[in-house]
């Protein structure tokens, strides 16, 4: 069952990244979202391969896993509810820098690129609030190196 645009921008004002968008704003990136669903140990992105957009996890959780040198993993992190990955292919052109696989059934909405920037050139105050939450995202990563 599809979800509506009201559900969808409320659902947005939780993820941290559109927190701090206005109502209107938020109704136009709930306009361009996309629903995907994925099944328990499915690859929802893989590291290496081009990246076309972000992940918001609607229900369910996941791992982000690195690729090593050695040929082994390591988990970067787990996601769930609210919680958003691929974030830098909206930025730029970079194949993505980690898998993140579904741990059980889950649902996310999906941003392409190519919507986001449309969004951005239309309303350009809106990357300003998304950047705050990208350097507080880094700041934290940075912290626990």
């Known amino acids: 069952m ?19 968008l206005k109502e209107r704003q938020l ?29 918001i996890v609607v229900n369910g959780e996941a ?6 040198a050695d040929g082994g993993q390591l988990e970067l992190d ?6 958003f990955f691929g974030e830098l292919s909206l ?10 696989v579904a741990d059980v059934d889950m649902k ?5 690129k190519l919507d986001f920037l449309d ?5 350009p105050e809106m990357a300003i609030e998304m950047l705050k939450e990208l350097a507080h995202r880094f700041r934290r990563i940075i912290s626990t190196l």
């Open 91 to 100: 930025l730029d052109e970079a194949p993505r820098s980690a898998s993140v």
């Open 27 to 55: 109704r136009r990136i709930a306009e361009r979202m996309r629903e995907r669903e994925f099944k328990a140990n499915e690859a929802i992105v893989e590291q290496g391969n081009p990246g076309v957009g972000l992940y």
């Open 2 to 20: 599809a979800t509506s645009i009201d559900e969808i921008s409320r659902f947005l004002a939780k993820v941290p990244l559109f927190r701090g």
């Open 78 to 83: 787990r996601l769930a509810r609210t919680q």
């Open 108 to 112: 996310c909405l999906v941003l392409n």
């Open 119 to 123: 969004e951005l050139q239309q309303e």
């Open 63 to 68: 791992r982000v896993l690195r690729r090593q």
